[in-house]
């Protein structure tokens, strides 16, 4: 099996900053993409970072500037650090890995269990 194991995010006041870690683990043979996804209440589940096996990485409009992804590879861990946040950042953060298993020659998507992220005014 795969997982996603996700850490960081938390309470933070406007300005701050905090890191969101995920780490994919078991039967992997490749990764073709790992990143995040936010959804805030009410609200469909958006893009925020994504970063490809070539290293390219897409940011989405509301995060450039602010946020980085990077990634560890020999841990298959990204890491998204999120500085001078806004309360409209506020959201649960999932990762999101597009991963192909060992022994086997199909893509499939994977998501973590979604880590709360919430900055004050």
């Known amino acids: 099996q795969v997982r996603l194991v996700e850490s960081g995010g938390g309470l933070v006041q406007a300005g701050g900053s905090l890191r969101l870690s995920c780490a994919a683990s078991?039967?992997?043979?490749?990764?073709?993409?790992m990143g995040w996804y936010r959804q805030a209440p009410g609200k469909q589940r958006e893009l925020v970072a994504s970063?490809?096996?070539?290293?390219?990485?897409d940011y989405a409009d509301f995060v450039k500037g602010r946020f980085t992804l990077s990634r560890e590879n020999a841990r298959n861990t990204v890491l998204l650090q999120m500085n001078s946040l806004k309360p409209e950042d506020t959201a649960v953060y999932y990762c999101?890995?597009?991963?192909?298993?060992?022994?086997?020659?199909?893509?499939?998507?994977?998501w973590g269990q979604g880590t709360q992220v919430t900055v004050s005014s």
């Open positions: 999101n890995a597009v991963i192909r298993k060992v022994l086997t020659s199909v893509f499939t998507e994977y």
């Open positions: 078991g039967s992997i043979g490749s990764i073709k993409a």
């Open positions: 970063i490809e096996s070539g290293g390219s990485i």
